[in-house]
């Protein structure tokens, strides 16, 4: 019975676990995923569990009553949107951070002048503007999507202070507690450092005793500097992090959790925010930069230098750097406190930068830059407080720094001025030392060598012999040289009568070092000649040095003894005592300077000597895609068209190029039909093709006929007389295989198409367009120039020389196939990659040099004007509301049918393109200012008739050599419409003088008596091209000064300048036409001033 028992319930146990398997084979996969997912959470668990035990350090305290789960792993959004969005609908002076301004009779008042000398920055401004004001959102956008640590160790925020002003110091304190979650503020310890301004003591405590209670006023009992009242403040804090600031300062969205969130992962953590500039003058907001590395060379002087690639990835995350800028940063109370805080003994200020960095990095922390904290600086015009000490502190302090913490490399600090130094007492360095000692530092090699290698390189220890130094003679008048004139940086230079030694000159402000850097850098100082625009007649200022070249690069030419850059020389104006750049002329003796002391030698290595030229020094991805290059061409000449494909070749990395495409668009010229096709099957069929259409079909047909045969991943279009520069392809490249929506454009030289020479055609710019949709340029924007080799967005393409991935080509439907032979593909292909979630950049390392036709041989393929066809099409299908400003411009000419136009608005529907009004607000907001759509009214227009020779007007004139210039013509009968246009000019509302006839500009040469005007391209960018007419005076004067004015040769009928002499009736002029209310109110009216 028992056998009979056991033996059923084994066959029941058999049917069970076949049903069982009948039902879940069906499901075995689904069973695979679900053990696997569980697994791996078992895992994650176990990890996290390590994590927390071992990583939250002394901040487990602030977690213990926090449940395990949210302790480590979850992330909250800090924003205060409903903060942001009210701050947005905030209108009053300077709010959103934009630039503010006095009334006329505010800025000329003495409490102006007063408050500045007091501040050193517009104090009365500042007034203006609310304490509580909202400001510019710098960040980059993907800060606004990031979360942070739920849990975060609370800040207390230490200000220390000293003469500062009111409603520069409420306005940092309300900044801080505006924009900071309550719950990791624990408070703001204010430090008066021995203030003498009566308001900053009993005002100023009876107003945080009624309006803040999170702040803390403390005082020191007289001035001690900067560093003891950081120490004073830190000592009262109670917070687990130290944030110490500034009391000028104003704090970014958001800005505290990306300075906490490192600290609360690694508690050896110091974190700076990224700081922007407070206009001292404006208080606008502008962007200094997207973060640098902080170094230092051996003079002591901060220096930043460029990201290394690997800290580009993410324009959110924390980057680490070797020494801080200055006083801005977070720091954990107990790790500050385990470095012994600040060394004590440091004086006032200076070089405790240094002293904290190099001991966070060598004692076992780390520092961080976090791209996502924000401040706002005021940088002031100058110090205005008096030395607190009778001796040199600074020096004292950079010694002590040395002394303890730099080992064998602090003789390299000396020995740059070996007196100054042996006259420093250090102090007492003791108990600074056995801090060192115990905590078991770094030697200051591994500092150089782990976390700072680019300084060996950037900032030798033993500094390499210059080009040459000395005082810069100018050789139109040898007893002029260049001077700084003592004006600050950004302010131009100027010439001053030379010091008497010209190799070593006494006169600080004549003493130039053309470094190896490959600049010219001020002897004592920080300064470097800076050009920020190559157009003719551009000021040479003098700026911070950045190593970078760019628009710091210089080089002397001894044989012509000029100072070239980029196509530019150095050139001058004796009587007006003004240096500037101009197009470089060997005969031009005002081009011609001569250095105190010329190392001849190392000018001929100039190749091989010196700093590297800094396109060189960068590394590319090692996996860029495959590249397909596309070169339409029409009757081109052979040997152009060859060494367009030869400099293609010879100039790209082979493991990039996947095949060069020619496409022949019905040429005429019978040696590019079959002898082409001969020469690339012998010579370069390995890589090379050549397509043929049977007749021509327009550039932009070409393209698309290359480009859908193109096999590569990405596009590069290219024109046939063009000749690539060295390594000019992973620029390109690069930008592409980051993010494939993007499309790039090479820096476009000049070959000069009589000599075939190169010429730089500057130093970049963005792409734009005037409403008559001609191509035109916007200049730089700071953030776009504080990397010299960084690509930089541009609204608009300059042509056909491009590079684009071939998924999103297509995906944005290539060219439009309906626009007809060339015109208006830059702006339709422009539109579309911002319009519809692209990018498009210029890459200043890649470098394409393009022959300008003197002028175009073809004759015109089309009876009809297909170019306003295609602008029409454009217009109509991406340019909105927008479009009505082109038409407006010539309704004639738009008048023609723009053909189909469903197909393309189909695919901007179905690619949810965002409108052309976002266009213009975020891609190019400045473009209105430069091009607005409707344009203003001139100030005057006509004939110009002088009132002491009443039959002598204006003219322009061609010369011999080809020059364009101003002279005096018997006038014609109508002033107001001149039938003959040499006698029509224009004051427009750019402020300038232009000549109907040719579209050019008065120009002022030479600001001296007895100069002459000449006609050049409109450049407007004001400068040597602005006037304004008197109505009261009849005068017309150069520029807003009123120190020169045109005035009538009527003997040799010539136009010259002359000082200003209202009694003069030679100086007198009558314009045609007249907009007497602009004129009178010339300053309100017309395009904004440019610095």
């Known amino acids: 019975m028992d056998d ?3 033996k059923a319930r084994k066959a029941r146990l058999r049917t069970i676990i076949r049903t069982t398997v009948k039902i879940l084979y069906p499901l075995r996969y689904l069973l695979l995923i679900i053990t696997t997912v569980i697994l791996v959470l078992l895992f ?7 994590v927390f035990e071992s990583g939250l350090g ?3 305290e602030h977690f213990k009553d926090v449940p395990y789960r949210n302790r480590v792993t979850e992330k909250i959004d800090y924003h205060n949107y409903e903060q942001i969005q009210n701050d947005l609908n905030r209108v009053g002076p300077g709010e959103q951070g934009k630039p503010a301004t006095l009334s006329p009779e505010e800025s000329d008042s003495e409490r102006r002048k007063e408050l500045y000398y007091q501040n050193g920055f517009n104090a009365l401004l500042s007034d203006n503007i609310s304490i509580n004001r909202s400001i510019a959102d710098l960040r980059h956008p993907s800060c606004k999507l990031k979360s942070y640590l739920s849990h975060l160790p609370v800040a207390s925020v230490v200000v220390p202070f000293y003469e500062e002003h009111w409603s520069t110091l409420l306005r940092t304190v309300y900044s801080v507690l505006n924009r900071s979650p309550p719950h990791l503020l624990k408070e703001v310890i204010i430090v008066d450092d021995g203030s003498t301004k009566e308001f900053l003591h009993e005002k100023l405590e009876d107003y945080v005793k009624r309006h803040l209670p999170k702040v803390k006023l403390i005082r020191q009992p007289e001035r001690t500097g900067l560093i003891k009242a950081r120490l004073a403040g830190a000592r009262v804090a109670t917070g687990e992090v130290i944030v110490f600031l500034d009391s000028h300062t104003e704090a970014g969205y958001n800005w505290l959790p990306p300075l906490l969130e490192p600290i609360a992962e690694n508690p050896k953590t110091c974190v700076c925010p990224l700081i922007d500039v407070i206009n001292d003058q404006t208080f606008d907001v502008h962007p200094q930069d997207e973060g640098g590395r902080g170094l230092f060379d051996w003079t002591f002087h901060y220096k930043r230098i460029l990201l290394k690639n690997e800290h580009r990835i993410s324009p959110t995350e924390p980057f680490p750097s070797p020494v801080m800028a200055g006083g801005l940063f977070a720091i954990g109370a107990d790790f500050f406190w385990e470095l012994g805080g600040y060394d004590e003994e440091l004086d006032i200020w200076g070089a405790e930068q240094y002293e904290i960095s190099f001991k966070i990095w060598q004692c076992g922390g780390r520092m961080l830059d976090a791209p996502c904290s924000r401040f706002g600086h005021i940088y002031r015009s100058y110090s205005p407080f008096p030395n607190s000490r009778k001796y040199d502190f600074i020096t004292r302090n950079h010694k002590r720094v040395a002394e303890i ?10 020995d740059r001025d070996p007196e100054r130094y042996a006259k420093a007492d250090a102090g007492d360095m003791s108990k600074m030392k056995a801090i060192r000692e115990r905590l078991n530092c770094k030697p200051f090699k591994w500092f150089l060598e782990e976390v700072a290698p680019e300084i060996i390189e950037l900032y030798p220890p033993v500094e390499p012999e210059p080009f040459a130094s000395g005082a810069i003679q100018n050789m139109a008048d040898p007893s002029l040289c260049i001077d ?7 302010k131009p230079i100027g010439l001053y009568p030379c010091t008497d030694n010209l190799a070593t000159p006494t006169n600080r402000n004549q003493y130039f070092v053309h470094s190896w850097h490959r600049d010219i850098q001020l002897k004592h100082g920080e300064e470097c000649f800076d050009v920020p625009d190559n157009k003719a007649r551009s000021m040479v200022t003098v700026f911070t040095c950045h190593m970078h070249q760019g628009n710091q690069f210089f080089r002397y030419d001894h044989k012509s003894q000029q100072i070239k850059r980029n196509g530019v020389c150095i050139d001058s104006d004796p009587q007006a005592k003004e240096v500037f750049v101009n197009p470089c002329d060997t005969n031009s003796v005002t081009q011609r300077w001569k250095f105190g002391s010329v190392n001849l030698k190392l000018l001929k290595q100039w190749q091989t000597y010196g700093a590297k030229f800094i396109c060189h020094r960068i590394n590319y991805s090692q996996n860029l895609p495959k590249t397909s290059i596309i070169v339409p061409f029409y009757d081109e000449h052979w040997t152009t068209l060859l060494r367009t494909v030869y400099s293609i070749i010879h100039r790209t990395p082979p493991a990039l190029l996947k095949e060069i495409i020619l496409v022949d668009d019905g040429s005429e010229k019978q040696f590019l039909k079959q002898r082409l096709d001969d020469y690339v099957a012998k010579h370069l069929k390995h890589l090379v093709r050549v397509i043929h259409h049977r007749e021509r079909s327009g550039l932009i047909t070409a393209r698309l006929t290359g480009a859908k045969i193109a096999t590569g991943e990405v596009l590069l279009f290219l024109d046939s007389h063009v000749e690539a520069g060295i390594n000019w392809l992973p ?3 690069e930008p592409i295989a980051q993010d494939y929506r993007t499309c790039v454009c090479p820096f476009i030289d000049v070959i000069k198409d009589d000599t075939f020479a190169f010429v730089a055609q500057d130093e970049g710019a963005r792409g734009a367009f005037d409403w008559n949709m001609l191509y035109k340029r916007l200049p730089l924007r700071p953030e776009d120039q504080a990397d010299p080799t960084k690509p930089f967005p541009s609204p608009v393409m300059a042509g056909g020389l491009f590079a684009i991935s071939a998924k999103f080509f297509w995906e944005l439907g290539g060219y439009d196939e309906q626009l007809e032979i060339w015109g208006a593909e830059q702006y339709e292909l422009s539109f579309k990659i911002w319009m519809c979630g692209g990018r498009m950049f210029d890459a200043p390392c890649s470098r394409v040099g393009h022959i300008y036709r003197s002028y175009s041989p073809f004759p015109n393929a089309k009876p009809y004007d297909f170019v306003a066809k295609n602008h029409k099409r454009v217009a109509e299908v991406w340019m909105d509301e927008y479009k009505k400003f082109v038409y407006a411009r010539d309704p004639t000419k738009y008048a023609i049918d723009a053909g189909d136009l469903s197909k393309m608005k189909q695919l901007r529907r179905k690619l949810n393109c965002k409108p052309f009004r976002w266009f213009m607000t975020e891609v190019a907001p400045d473009l209105v200012d430069h091009y607005p759509t409707v344009e203003p009214e001139d100030f005057a227009s006509g004939a110009i008739q002088n009132v002491a020779y009443e039959n002598l007007c204006l003219e322009e004139y061609d010369g011999s050599t080809g020059e364009k210039r101003i002279i005096l013509g018997l006038c014609v009968n109508n002033k107001s419409f001149p039938e003959r246009t040499e006698q029509h000019f224009r004051m427009t509302w750019r402020r300038d003088i232009k000549a109907v006839r040719s579209s050019q500009c008065a120009d002022v040469f030479h600001h001296s008596v007895g100069a002459g005007l000449q006609l050049f391209p409109c450049h407007n960018q004001q400068g040597n091209q602005m006037f304004r007419y008197d109505v009261d005076t009849k005068q017309i004067i150069v520029g807003k000064s009123k120190t ?27 314009m045609g036409q007249m907009n007497v209310e602009r004129l009178k109110n010339w300053t309100k009216y017309g395009a904004k001033f440019h610095s």
């Open 405 to 414: 913490w730099m080992d064998e490399y602090k003789q390299y600090i000396y």
């Open 484 to 490: 700084t004139m003592q004006r600050g940086r950004g």
């Open 731 to 733: 620029p390109l490249l």
């Open 1044 to 1070: 020169f004015c045109f005035e009538a040769d009527g003997k040799n009928r010539k136009l010259i300048l002359n000082h200003c002499n209202s009694n003069a009736e030679s100086q007198r002029w009558r």
């Open 44 to 50: 994650r668990q176990q990890q996290r569990q390590q």
């Open 58 to 60: 002394h901040f487990g």
């Open 4 to 6: 009979k028992l056991h």
